[in-house]
């Protein structure tokens, strides 16, 4: 069997969904996974909305055991290695951090997340990277851009390679460098400071976004107390990047 960075590979020419894909590889064998694809027919994005899946973008999931105790740390780490990875392409690019997990260039979604349960201890981390284009204003809800428009050349495996070891090093850190994490993570955090609304379910918070603890969850001043919010739709006042999460 193929490997990356010391995964097992699994390249495909198109999928259904990586996601989907992964769930295969759950408990069949105790070795970390990562399943690519070159298309995606019925890619899948958080809260039932589609991801558009064009050719030249990365597509993958990473398939391994996983103590969902923990679910919120692996949350930021997935977003964190993430940003790192599009930095060691480029000094002068800044990427940001949308909580909880998309990563944008210039204020416009270059990438997004979709954790999932798999069988037994498995958890699924299903990533979706504009490498080659952004796909059309008119097909999403929010703006997006790619690495190429930013002047990053590169595949989607090689993309894919950095972020693996972005992402294993960061997970061997666990425990001893949670805070440091927490810290990195903030520094890129995008609207920090600034007045949100968050929709959770039927409810809706308002308040200043100040921050995260250290298991992802947000935190939204609301005059003299904090409040903590474990999932939701962040939006911004000006109507920009108002996808929801
Ligand atoms: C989001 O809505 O921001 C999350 C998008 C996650 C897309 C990726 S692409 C690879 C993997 N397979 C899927 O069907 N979805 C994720």
Redesign the pocket.
């Known amino acids: 069997m193929a490997e990356i960075n010391g995964w097992e590979y699994i390249a495909l020419k198109s999928a259904g969904?990586?996601?989907?894909e992964a769930q295969k590889y759950c408990a069949l064998q105790n070795r970390k996974t990562v399943v690519r694809a070159d298309v995606?027919t019925?890619?899948?994005?958080?809260r039932g909305?589609n991801?558009i899946?064009e050719y030249g973008n990365l597509?993958?999931?990473l398939v391994f055991e996983f103590d969902l105790k923990y679910f919120g740390y692996l949350v930021m780490i997935s977003a964190l290695s993430l940003a790192q990875a599009v930095e060691s392409f480029s000094k002068q690019i800044k990427p940001q951090l949308k909580w909880p997990n998309?990563v944008l260039l210039n204020g416009k979604k270059l990438s997004?997340?979709?954790l999932e349960k798999g069988e037994g201890d498995y958890i699924i981390v299903?990533?979706?990277v504009n490498i080659a284009s952004a796909p059309e204003k008119e097909k999403l809800l929010y703006q997006a851009t790619s690495l190429s428009e930013h002047g990053i050349d590169c595949t989607a495996e090689e993309f894919l390679s950095v972020y693996l070891q972005m992402f294993d090093q960061n997970l061997s850190l666990f425990d001893k460098q949670k805070n440091k994490q927490r810290i990195e993570w903030l520094k890129r955090a995008y609207g920090i400071g600034r007045q949100i609304k968050v929709c959770c379910n039927s409810r809706e918070e308002k308040g200043i976004f100040i921050g995260i603890d250290d298991d992802m969850t947000l935190l939204l001043q609301q005059g003299e107390k904090i409040k903590k919010i474990l999932a939701g739709d962040v939006f911004f006042e000006n109507g920009e990047i108002n996808e929801g999460i």
């Open positions: 969904s990586t996601n989907e995606q019925a890619g899948r994005g958080r909305r991801w899946s597509f993958c999931s998309d997004g997340i979709l299903g990533i979706g």
